[in-house]
């Protein structure tokens, strides 16, 4: 009868385990677990006449456990970015926010307020309101400020009757050394809900004009 040694064996046994971890995993998903079983197989495999130096095992295994460390902070820190964004972003549940918009929702016998992006050098700015099929309603012509150029519709058309409530297209354009520039219009809405897009983790804003991205707020009212 054969006589086996135990300790080859066991270290024979630990190896087949470690390989079979490894070719499961692939060595970029290998885990602390995974490493210390390599590393006591190949301490046991080791010649004894020409052991390795342990030194070695030490600070692979300090960079594993620093790398370990590090990528539990970034989730740990991610989680807590997100859910302090989410709880800003609740807070603004019923507030009113300025961001830029290509429709706008007109309620019966309501108004409309909101600014447009005023380029350099510009002298005055117009904001167009449309119907469904890109007609004309109301053209609202206001002298530039600095930086956002505020406007308000009173829901009137240009031939002064009440446009009837419902979606309507906005575009802006201003006077710039006598030449027309198209510029960004930006729509006042009022926040009624909060979404958290479970792909990329952003937050939308759900309001009265439609799914606003937080990111994309203006000025918060």
Do not use: C
Not at 21 to 47: H, R, V
Not at 60 to 68: F, P
Not at 71 to 100: E, K, T
Not at 202 to 209: A, K, Q, R, S
């Amino acid at each position: 009868m054969a006589s086996v040694d135990p300790l080859s064996a066991l270290g024979a046994g630990s190896t087949a385990a470690a390989t079979a971890a490894t070719s499961s995993q692939g060595l970029g998903a290998l885990n602390q677990n995974d490493f210390l079983t390599l590393m006591i197989a190949q301490l046991k495999q080791q010649n004894p006449l020409s052991p390795a130096d342990p030194s070695q095992f030490l600070s692979q295994l300090a960079q594993m456990t620093e790398v370990s460390s590090m990528q539990n902070m970034q989730s740990d820190l991610s989680s807590s970015l997100r859910s302090s964004q989410a709880s800003s972003a609740v807070g603004l549940v019923g507030h009113q926010v300025l961001a830029p918009a290509t429709t706008v929702s007109l309620a019966t016998g309501g108004t409309v307020s909101g600014a447009v992006d005023t380029p350099a050098g510009a002298s005055s700015v117009t904001v167009t309101l449309s119907d469904s099929s890109g007609k004309a309603v109301r053209t609202i012509t206001t002298p530039a400020a600095s930086d956002l150029t505020s406007f308000s519709w009173d829901g009137l058309t240009d031939a002064g009757t009440f446009a009837p409530a419902g979606q309507y297209q906005i575009s802006g354009s201003a006077n710039v050394v006598g030449a027309t520039q198209s510029a960004s219009p930006l729509v006042v809405s009022r926040v009624a809900s909060v979404t958290i897009d479970p792909s990329t983790q952003t937050l939308d804003l759900n309001t009265d004009n439609g799914t606003v991205a937080l990111s994309s707020v203006r000025v918060v009212q």
